[in-house]
């Protein structure tokens, strides 16, 4: 699975700059093959190991082995019972299984029978590695939020370079109209410096806004590979869901494979059963006649180890217990802070849909007065500083619907995170 998502990241550059980005979705699509995510799915990929790895103890372990073995003095083959070396030794021409060069060959095998904490350290590897899904998870719904947040950012940037532009387009209508005046001595030359200085101080603002729309851009190409030309439209589809902190949902996994941890260092201090077998070829020349000797014997074991004093394991077991009592704070705090965190949150949405409508009505109601302005400055009722300044107030106003707007995404998606909400069924 992995090798097929990096061959996959590897051509999605080329992929993504050959084509129109057209919908929220392709970002999504191009996170979830990124390197930000694929670090997620290394992780998930380490902790199915260790499950994997856990569940071997449970399983019989077999080596082969080979072995030359020289003596002094003849050592035996093979135990034998006396009765049946009492025979050989009456018989010269029977080959004694004893000699001072043997070949061995043969097979061992254990299995743990009962080993307690075998079972539960299986059962911590299991629990270790829904904590890393769910991590996982929420990393990449916290990229996603973040994606959402910065395209949100974009366009209210590009609204306010749009706003500039107009601003800047209705200035320069009213500055032909104030060159006319003060060639014709209709108005003082400062009117032309002060709407000089506003056209200037539009292409300021307007730079200041690209610097940030840069790094809007870059920040979305670093984690989806993409680099965006514009804001990609987006509709939202649905809202939060109080689903309970599913973002904490790492942490809780987390600390139920802790105390599977503490109970596995309990349970070594148990008794042990382990079952233990054995199977030996030898080979040799025997040394009361010099003949060949090829023996088998097997042996069968059931042994049963209680442990009676290991101190460190004391030590061990209280290490862990305190372990599990710190993630257990760290999860009563996170708690804490997430329930005054939702909870602004929500009021917060609330406000900010409530100020979006509002700052629509009131954008509409200010380019109104600067159609008034205009005429009224036309007609010379109007300073110039007057007039200025209903430019001021529209683009103000436009600034703050089109922040009000990208803030309400932000707090929509940090909601959407905390509850572990698919933000895909949020936003299209």
């Known amino acids: 699975m992995i090798k097929k998502l990096i061959l996959i990241m590897a051509f999605l550059p080329m992929l993504a700059n050959a084509q129109e980005v057209e919908s929220i979705k392709m970002l999504f699509d191009s996170l979830k093959t990124h390197p930000q995510t694929m670090a997620g799915e290394i992780n998930k990929e380490k902790a199915l190991t260790g499950k994997k790895m856990a569940n071997g103890m449970l399983f019989p372990t077999i080596d082969l082995f080979g072995a030359y073995n020289y003596s002094t003095s003849p050592s035996g083959m093979l135990p034998i019972a006396p009765n ?50 769910q991590k996982s998870y929420i990393d990449l719904l916290k990229n996603e939020a973040m994606i959402v947040s910065l395209n949100a950012n974009l366009k209210y940037m590009n609204g306010m ?14 500055k032909e109209i104030i060159t006319i005046k003060v060639d014709n001595q209709r108005a003082p030359q400062s009117a032309l410096l002060k709407i000089n200085d506003a056209l200037n101080q539009i292409d300021l603002a307007k730079s200041g806004i690209e610097l940030k ?42 600390i139920e494979a802790e105390k599977l941890g503490a109970r596995a260092e309990k349970e070594k201090l148990w008794p042990v059963l382990v079952a233990q077998g054995n199977y030996n070829h030898s080979m040799a020349k025997s040394y009361n006649n010099n003949l060949g000797v090829n023996k088998n014997f097997a042996t069968v074991n059931l042994v049963l180890k209680v442990p009676i004093f290991q101190k460190s394991q004391y030590s061990k077991i209280k290490m862990a217990n305190l372990d599990v009592k710190s993630l257990e704070n760290d999860l009563f705090q996170k708690e804490i802070e997430l329930t005054a965190q939702a909870k602004q949150l929500q009021v917060n949405l609330q406000i900010l849909e409530n100020q979006v409508t509002l700052y629509k009505q009131s954008v509409e109601d200010k380019k109104g007065l600067l159609k008034i302005a205009k005429v009224a400055y036309d007609n010379t009722r109007m300073t110039i500083e007057d007039y200025l300044k209903y430019e001021d107030d529209l683009l103000m106003e436009q600034s703050k619907y089109f922040k009000t707007e990208a803030e309400k995404w932000q707090t929509l998606m940090k909601l959407a995170v905390i509850y572990g909400n698919d933000i895909e069924n949020i936003v299209k």
């Open 213 to 254: 729309k840069s790094e809007a851009i870059s920040m979305i190409q670093s984690l989806t590979g993409i680099y965006l030309t514009k804001e990609i439209a987006m509709v939202q589809t649905g809202t939060y869901v109080d689903s309970g902190f599913v973002a904490l949902d790492p942490l809780r996994y987390k």
């Open 161 to 174: 370079i749009s706003a500039l532009d107009k601003k800047r387009q209705s200035v320069e209508k009213t």
């Open 84 to 133: 049946e070396l009492l025979g050989m030794v009456k018989d010269p021409s029977v080959a004694q299984p004893f000699s001072e060069n043997i070949l061995r060959a043969g097979a061992s095998i254990s299995m743990p029978i009962f080993v307690k904490a075998i079972y539960t350290m299986a059962a911590k590897a299991k629990t270790m590695y829904k904590s890393a899904e």
